[in-house]
């Protein structure tokens, strides 16, 4: 089948297949681009950008890309690598002096590579930047003060916030922020004339998507949330026509049509597994017995092939972007709903298109799958009920709790009492507080 009959065909059954998903998942719209043997033989726009003006989501139209936007970070480390101005093995502190954490041997030996790899020792702590004031500067002084759980380098954990110490390693290495050093190396030789890197950049463009959120039933549109100060972690904004660039980059090993854009050594690096994840909910997820994570990818197996993906959610947007080395082949989907899986169920459907392979009821096991994950939070709430002692009284008035509380890692919280009501405020985020036992208060 040549690439005209491919794209014929692939429009043909999505076209038969997306919309009635769509419609399950409650997703608005999605933008969808494949790419395959070097050339996008799909891009296109299914349903609508914003569900209040009904606006047709196209090929061109701006998505938050969320945590897909690690991959550029890690890559934008692979230049000033490739360009001699780090090295993926020195200790972060010979570039950044001040880095500090509260392990010490983790300050004195965490490196490039150990930061894009996600085995700091440390949980994901997404409180401590969520919604926050402080600055990417005063984010990276705090990270002394955060606990680990675990060794360093001794198991995989999730962590965004070593992502944007590596993006302002980048920047600093490069003496720019961390924006220019992607914009430059990556967006321009990739002809990305329209991604960015806010929110609020994006919504001066002529085509984006609003984001949107399921609310007790009910699709809404919701506001956009400003994560430019997490940036390296997640804030990039793009089109899936152009991030079909991306991808062609990722399958040429490091070129783009005749240029080298990067180098192949470098692309090894970021595709070759470093850690191996062995929490069981990965497998069940991605229907493979292997998955590992490189730099800036999820690598596992697919009808027993490799596969690179990485995934996004940020408020009211999801998306995937994934390739197969072996076959030449990948998808990008974008969407305008947050955490839903019709990203990877479509992704999955269409590498089964493509390849001719045996077409499994991927949208049908990720239902199950996120019916599951609903029931086990269900259940924890059940516990977290059953486990509440009633009758019982705080020790002091209301009033008494009222006061500014300061963590050093976390920042401030402020407890205040009106008309016999306690409410919190955290990072610009407020919430009521209810008596739940003794003297403990749930937020929410």
Request: charged share 20%; with cysteine; proline share 4%.
């Amino acid at each position: 089948m040549d690439h005209q009959d491919a794209q014929s065909t692939l429009a043909e059954a999505l076209a038969g297949w997306l919309p009635g998903k769509m419609a399950e998942w409650k997703v608005p719209g999605m933008g969808i681009a494949v790419v395959k043997d070097g050339e996008v033989i799909h891009a296109a726009g299914y349903g609508v950008r914003d569900i209040e003006t009904g606006q047709p989501v196209t090929a061109d139209t701006i998505f938050a890309i969320g945590s897909s936007s690690k991959a550029f970070t890690a890559a934008s480390v692979a230049a000033l690598v490739d360009e001699g101005k780090l090295e993926w093995d020195k200790p972060v502190r010979e570039y950044l002096p001040s880095f500090k954490l509260k392990d010490d041997f983790a300050s004195a030996r965490m490196t490039p590579r150990d930061l894009l790899c996600h085995r700091s020792g440390l949980p994901r702590h997404d409180l401590m930047w969520y919604n926050s004031t402080a600055t990417r500067d005063q984010l990276l002084e705090r990270l002394q003060y955060l606990e680990p759980t675990h060794d360093f380098r001794a198991v995989w954990q999730y962590q965004n916030l070593m992502y944007l110490t590596a993006g302002y390693l980048a920047g600093k290495a490069n003496g720019t922020p961390w924006e220019e050093v992607v914009r430059t190396r990556l967006f321009e030789p990739l002809g990305m004339q329209t991604a960015q890197f806010s929110v609020t950049e994006s919504q001066q463009a002529a085509d984006f998507a609003r984001p949107h959120a399921e609310r007790e039933n009910e699709l809404r549109g919701i506001d956009f949330r400003d994560i430019t100060t997490i940036g390296p972690a997640g804030s990039i904004n793009a089109s899936a026509r152009e991030m079909a660039q991306w991808v062609k980059l990722h399958l040429g090993k490091g070129k783009l049509g005749d240029k080298q854009v990067m180098s192949e050594s470098s692309m090894r690096q970021m595709h070759t597994p470093q850690m191996v994840i062995t929490d069981p909910l990965w497998n069940e997820m991605y229907g493979s017995d292997l998955v590992s994570y490189g730099l800036g990818w999820f690598i596992h197996t697919f009808h027993g092939e490799t596969m690179l993906q990485h995934g996004g959610n940020i408020d009211g947007f999801s998306a995937l972007v994934s390739f197969m080395p072996g076959r030449n082949v990948g998808v990008v989907t974008l969407t305008n709903l947050n955490t839903n899986f019709l990203t990877m169920a479509t992704s999955f459907y269409i590498y089964e298109h493509v390849l001719g392979l045996e077409q499994n009821d991927w949208h049908g096991k990720l239902k199950s799958f996120v019916d599951k994950m609903k029931g086990e939070a269900a259940k924890a709430k059940d516990q977290s009920a059953s486990d509440r002692k009633p009758d019982t009284q705080p020790s002091h008035s209301l009033a008494d709790y009222a006061g500014d509380f300061q963590h050093p890692g976390y920042g401030v919280v402020s407890i205040t009492e009106a008309e016999g009501q306690l409410s919190a405020t955290y990072n610009r985020l407020k919430m009521p507080l209810t008596h739940y036992h003794y003297d403990i208060f749930e937020g929410g």
